[in-house]
T-cell receptor, first 118, second 111 residues
Framework: GAVVSQHPSWVICKSGTSVKIECRSLDFQATTMFWYRQFPKQSLMLMATSNEGSKATYEQGVEKDKFLINHASLTLSTLTVTSAHPEDSSFYIC??????????????FGPGTRLTVL | GQQLNQSPQSMFIQEGEDVSMNCTSSSIFNTWLWYKQEPGEGPVLLIALYKAGELTSNGRLTAQFGITRKDSFLNISASIPSDVGIYFCAGRGTQTGKSTFGDGTTLTVKP
C-alpha cells in the first residue's frame, strides 16, 4: 500500500509558540490530503481538506487562522499550529486520499504526531 | 452531515474466537474502508471495498460491502493477541472525497 510519513512524531512546546507538522506521501502523488485530530479513546475528527495548489477547506468549528495548512506540492502538506495553547494538545494525523490508478479510491494515514503544549 | 453507527463499541474475547463488527449509515457510500489503529499510531488500512455486495478477504479478515450500500461488516477469524486495537470503518462518497468514520470498535483478546 501507499506510504505516508509525518514529522515530527512527537513534539513538546511552550504555550504561545507555533509548531509545524509535515505530512509526506513517499511513493505516490497525493492531490488531496486530510488533517485529523484525535483525542484519547475517540474517533478521528476531520479538521481540514488540503488540495495541492489551492486553499484548504476547513471543517466547521476549526479556526483556519490558528491551524494553517499549506499543500505546496503533490507530496507534501504542512499543518502549523499557531500560538499553541494546552488545549491544542492532541494527536494530529494526516492522510492522503482520493487517489486514482494503482491505489484506487482509498485513504492512507500517516503515523501521527503527538503534540503536547505546556 | 453523514454519520456512521459502528458496533459493538468494545469486545472482550478469548484467543481463537471469531469476531464480527459492523457499520451502518443512513447515507449511501461508494467505498467502504476498514482500518486498525494501535496506541500512538495512525490507522492502518485493512480492507477496501468498492462494489455493493463485494466480499473481500485479507488473511483472517473478511469484509463485505452491503447490498444497500449503507452498511458493511468486518469479520476476524481465529483471533490472536496481536489483533488487539481499535477498528474503524469509513465510508467514502464521491462529491467531497472525504471519508466519514465510525466511532471505532475496541478489541481486547485474552490469551
Amino acid at each position: 500500500g501507499a506510504v505516508v510519513s509525518q514529522h515530527p512524531s512527537w513534539v513538546i512546546c511552550k504555550s504561545g509558540t507555533s509548531v509545524k507538522i509535515e505530512c509526506r506521501s513517499l511513493d505516490f502523488q497525493a492531490t488531496t490530503m486530510f488533517w485529523y485530530r484525535q483525542f484519547p479513546k475517540q474517533s478521528l475528527m476531520l479538521m481540514a481538506t488540503s488540495n495541492e495548489g489551492s486553499k484548504a477547506t476547513y471543517e466547521q468549528g476549526v479556526e483556519k487562522d490558528k491551524f494553517l495548512i499549506n499543500h505546496a506540492s503533490l507530496t507534501l502538506s504542512t499543518l502549523t499550529v499557531t500560538s499553541a495553547h494546552p488545549e491544542d494538545s492532541s494527536f494530529y494525523i494526516c492522510s492522503a486520499g482520493g487517489l486514482a490508478g494503482e491505489f484506487g479510491d482509498t485513504q492512507y494515514f500517516g503515523p501521527g504526531t503527538r503534540l503536547t503544549v505546556l | 452531515g453523514q454519520q456512521l453507527n459502528q458496533s459493538p463499541q468494545s469486545m472482550f474475547i478469548q484467543e481463537g474466537e471469531d469476531v464480527s463488527m459492523n457499520c451502518t449509515s443512513s447515507s449511501i457510500f461508494n467505498t467502504w474502508l476498514w482500518y486498525k489503529q494501535e496506541p500512538g499510531e495512525g490507522p492502518v488500512l485493512l480492507i477496501a471495498l468498492y462494489k455493493a455486495g463485494e466480499l473481500t478477504s485479507n488473511g483472517r479478515l473478511t469484509a463485505q460491502f452491503g447490498i444497500t450500500r449503507k452498511d458493511s461488516f468486518l469479520n476476524i477469524s481465529a483471533s490472536i493477541p496481536s489483533d488487539v486495537g481499535i477498528y474503524f470503518c469509513a465510508g467514502r462518497g464521491t462529491q467531497t472525497g472525504k471519508s466519514t468514520f465510525g466511532d471505532g470498535t475496541t478489541l481486547t483478546v485474552k490469551p
